[in-house]
Each structure stands twice: as C-alpha cells, then as structure tokens.
C-alpha cells in the first residue's frame, strides 16, 4: 500500500508539471538584467535631456541622432517618440511625425502633448475638422495648458466658427489670469464682431499684461478708435509714432490725423496727414484727410493741392468732390461748385449733404426752383434729414 502511494504522488507531480510546461512562467529578471534596465533607462533619460537642450536651439541633425540613441536604449520612452514627432515637424516630416505620435499614443494614452501635436499635423494636411478634434481632446486633457487652448480656439476661426472660437477663450480668460496673449486674442474676435468696447478693454488688460507692448498698444488705438473714443485712441496713438519703430507708419498718421479732426483740432491733424501723405503718396486717404484738414484751418491753396491729387487717384471718389465743391463755395465759384456736387451725388446716389449742396450753391446762383428739387430730392431718401428741411425751409420762407 505505500508503494502504491508514492507512485501515486509520482504520478500527480509529472502531471502537474506537465501542465506547467505547457504554459511557462514569464521568468523574472535577473539581479543583472534588471541593473542593464535601470542603467540603459538612466542613459536614456541623459541623451533625452540633451536632445531636448539640442531642439530648443535648433540643433535638428544632433537632435535627431540623440533621440534616436535614446530610443534604442528605451523603446517603451513616451516622451522620446514625443520630442522625435516634434523634431519631424519641425523638418516637414510629417509621415514620420504621425508614426512616432502613434506610437507614443499606445505607450502613453493620456498624454495631451500628443493630441497637439496631432492636431498640428492634420491642420498641416489641410484636415481642420480632425485637427480641431484633436486639439479639444488636448484641451480636455491638460485644460491649464494654454498652447492647446489657443490652437483650439484658432482652428475654430479657421472652420470660420468665430463665435465659439470667443465663446472657448472668455470661459477660460479668468483662470488664465495672467496672460495677454488669450486677451489679444478674444479681443481681436470681438473687433471683428463689431464689439468695440468690449474689445478695447481686453485690448488694455492685454497691454498692462505685457508692459505696453506697442503691437497691443496699436491695437488698442484702433479700437478706440472704431468705438468713438478719439481723444483716448489719440492718446495712444501719439506715444506709438514717437517709437522709432512706428514713427513713419502712414496708416497710424491717417489715424491719428482722423481722431485729431474729430477733436477739432485741424492743425495738428493737417501735420500729421502731411507727414502720411509724404510717406505713402499713393494713399488717396492721406491727400483726403490733408484736404480736409487744410480747409479747416483755412488753408486754401494746399486744400487745392491735396484734391487734385485725391481728384487724381481716385476720379470718381465721392469725398474728394464734395471737398472740392466746397472750396469752389468758398472760392465763390458757384456753377463748379455744381458740377462738384454733381458729382459727387453720381458717386454715391444716398448721399443726402452732396444734394443739399448741390441745391445751395444752385439758390446762391439764383436758381431757387432747382434748389428745391435738390432739398426734396434730399428729403425722399431720409425724410428726418435736418440741412436738407433747414434749406427748404429758408428757400419758402424767402418767396
């Protein structure tokens, strides 16, 4: 019976061991091999650090051979496959990149990095819908990271979704408390909604964010300055020409000149129209504005200048020959005053004040019936306009 026994336990072991055989266990690594790991992953760790302090610097081909060392000694490295897809975009190797962001997906599926650089390559290929998708998921992911807030928000301008593109950067405007850059940006979109208040007072928290940086400044003006605030968009504006850098933009002159005629302040609106007119000759804007400014202060001669010139650039402009109407009225010149007129009521048909000239200088040379006509014809287009009732009104109150 104890024979029998044992053979029996013999018997039971075989068979248990057979079955283990079938399945081996995965062997734990040696003392030696597990040092190899940590050595080889140390290493690793070293070379990613350089590569990283080689792409900042622009260093693309050390970079590269960095990376790729470091990947050999650690295959399994999220953050080596990550930097390689950031140096394959950098060198427009976009096939390449999305390999490595695929890989880098599998080892690390939480990491946001690579939905942003996902999104920057697909908006590379022209795939918005799939870049915007996957600059949302980055957002989701790490929503304290700006890049990606920004990159979502402007891939929504592109798919032309400005309205959630400003909806996306006010939710997050307060938590990013200290950033100019998402106020720039959610107030360039309230620019072009029109909302220029709004936008003027993002436009200066951006501005005390970034110490006055003119390119915010200049920003700052223009929206002042579509809100009707001259004196405060002048006031910027005047410290922005003195800068080296902006002192010969014509575009600024013609807006500060502007502001400063709507300040009734001609004369120092006509040097600054003289100085954008100087630097940009072919600007009709800049003659209009020295026109006007010049027959503000009183300067006829140089109004004369400035009109023909406008006159010249742009023939059938609808300012420029109402300013030459009125000098011909001022010059005493009724029946050229008409034709100015004229022409100016031809160059924009709802024009009610080049109508009412027309009629005025028309009474001045007598010829009150026609006068009226003008007024009335005034009068059909905006009922509630006030030169045009005034003057019909002292034509009756005369016969």
């Known amino acids: 019976m104890r024979l ?11 068979l248990v061991s057979g079955c283990a055989s079938g399945k081996p266990k995965k062997k734990s690594p040696t003392q030696k091999e597990a040092a190899t790991r940590q050595w080889n992953a140390a290493r690793s760790n070293v070379l990613l650090s350089l590569a990283k302090d080689q792409y900042e610097t622009g260093n693309f081909d050390k970079c590269r051979q960095s990376v790729g060392e470091a990947m050999k000694l650690s295959p399994e490295s999220s953050l080596a496959r990550v930097l390689s897809a950031k140096l394959a975009i950098e060198q427009s190797q976009l096939e390449l990149a999305d390999a490595e962001l695929k890989i880098a997906r599998q080892l690390d599926p939480k990491n946001a990095e690579v939905d942003y650089l996902d999104g920057i390559v697909l ?25 990606y807030l920004m990159a979502r928000a402007e891939m929504l301008v592109v798919l032309d979704r400005r309205a959630e593109a400003l909806t996306v950067l006010q939710e997050r405007i307060v938590f990013f408390e200290h950033s100019a850059a998402i106020r720039e940006a959610a107030a360039h979109l309230l620019m072009h909604a029109s909302r220029y208040a709004e936008a003027a007072d993002l436009f200066r928290q951006a501005s005390i964010l970034s110490n006055d940086d003119p390119r915010v400044q200049q920003s700052l003006a223009m929206a002042f300055y579509y809100n009707g605030q001259y004196r405060e968009s002048a006031d910027v504006l005047i410290r922005l020409v003195k800068d080296e850098s902006f002192s010969e933009r014509a575009d600024l002159l013609l807006t500060l000149g502007e502001c400063q005629l709507q300040l009734n302040k001609p004369r120092d609106a006509r040097v600054n129209f003289d100085r954008a007119a100087t630097l940009m000759p072919g600007s009709s804007g800049a003659w209009l504005g020295l026109a006007k400014a010049s027959l503000a202060t009183g300067d006829n001669e140089r109004a004369s200048m400035a009109i023909k010139r406008v006159v010249a650039l742009a023939p059938a402009s609808s300012e420029a020959n109402l300013l030459l109407g009125y000098l011909k009225l001022r010059e005493g010149s009724y029946m050229s005053a008409v034709t100015a007129f004229q022409k100016a009521s031809l160059a924009d048909n709802k024009d009610t004040v080049s109508l009412c000239m027309t009629g005025y200088a028309l009474e001045k040379l007598g010829q009150r019936d026609e006068a009226m006509t003008y007024y009335g014809r005034a009068l059909n287009i905006n009922p509630t306009d006030e030169l045009a009732a005034k003057l019909l009104a002292g034509v009756e109150l005369n016969q």
């Open 4 to 14: 029998n026994f044992v053979i029996k336990l013999i018997v039971l072991s075989l």
């Open 123 to 147: 908006q590379r290929w022209q795939k918005n819908d799939q870049a915007y998708d996957a600059y949302a998921a980055a957002c989701d992911k790490n929503p304290s990271e700006l890049a």
